[in-house]
């Protein structure tokens, strides 16, 4: 398929425990957005990245998220020290640059923390 | 105050029928971007449509059109002859400004489509 990977689909961590959620953004996307969704809520942006740097991280809730792009390519989002609060669907896009910049999604990583 | 609202939790509309799903803003940045996206219970969010803040006519795409009332900032989402694959949550989202990239969601409505 052509379209936004997300792996895991789903992550049981226990509370306190470190994690990694992969995206995988369409191939020639330069743009790549992380976006947090609760229960019965929009999802909230988290991070935007274009090409390797982080482009605007204003959403990132503390200094236990942290994600990276090496590459300009795939990103992870890093977790530290996780909270029960932090059980949500955390979910990726990618889009072009210029015209629209229609942001694309993948199908979410459902992180549970217990 | 909200920067997208969506007000209808849930609709059930009846097979073949059209629905119009609300949405309102607030900004007040003359450059924005609204966008609908349909989730299904798979969780992926699929982009449906876009209306720039100077496109001069409403946008279409198939069955689905947007009626853009830019005075009174209400961006509906209009889905014509409804189908029961159209059953899923539906979210408005706003881009605001040059440069920004950031999309604000609304709650999200969720449709059911009655056979």
């Known amino acids: 398929g052509a379209g936004v990977s997300q792996t895991p689909s789903n992550k049981v961590t226990e509370k306190g425990k470190y994690v990694e959620l992969r995206c995988d953004p369409i191939?020639?996307?330069?743009?790549l957005y992380w976006y947090r969704q609760s229960l019965g809520q929009g999802p909230e942006f988290l991070i935007y990245?274009?090409?390797?740097?982080?482009?605007?991280d204003s959403g990132l809730p503390n200094d236990r998220f942290f994600a990276v792009r090496p590459e300009g390519s795939v990103s992870t989002l890093k977790i530290q020290r996780t909270e029960r609060g932090d059980s949500a669907v955390y979910l990726c896009?990618?889009?072009?640059?210029?015209?629209?910049?229609?942001?694309?999604f993948g199908a979410g990583t459902r992180l549970s923390v217990l | 105050a909200q920067k997208i609202t969506q007000t209808q939790p849930g609709m059930f509309v009846q097979e073949k029928e059209a629905v119009t799903l609300d949405c309102t803003y607030d900004?007040?940045?003359?450059?924005?971007?609204l966008f609908w996206y349909k989730q299904p219970s798979s969780g992926e969010m699929i982009f449906l449509i876009y209306?720039?803040?100077?496109?001069?006519q409403n946008a279409t795409e198939g069955r689905y059109s947007l009626n853009f009332q830019k005075a009174r900032k209400s961006a509906n989402l209009v889905i014509s002859a409804s189908q029961l694959g159209d059953s899923a949550m539906y979210f408005c989202a706003m881009r605001e400004g040059p440069g920004n990239e950031k999309l604000t969601f609304g709650t999200g409505t969720r449709l059911t489509i009655i056979p």
């Open positions: 990245f274009q090409g390797t740097g982080a482009a605007d």
């Open positions: 896009a990618s889009s072009p640059t210029g015209g629209k910049n229609i942001q694309y």
């Open positions: 900004t007040s940045d003359p450059s924005y971007g």
């Open positions: 191939s020639g996307h330069t743009a």
């Open positions: 209306q720039g803040s100077y496109d001069q």
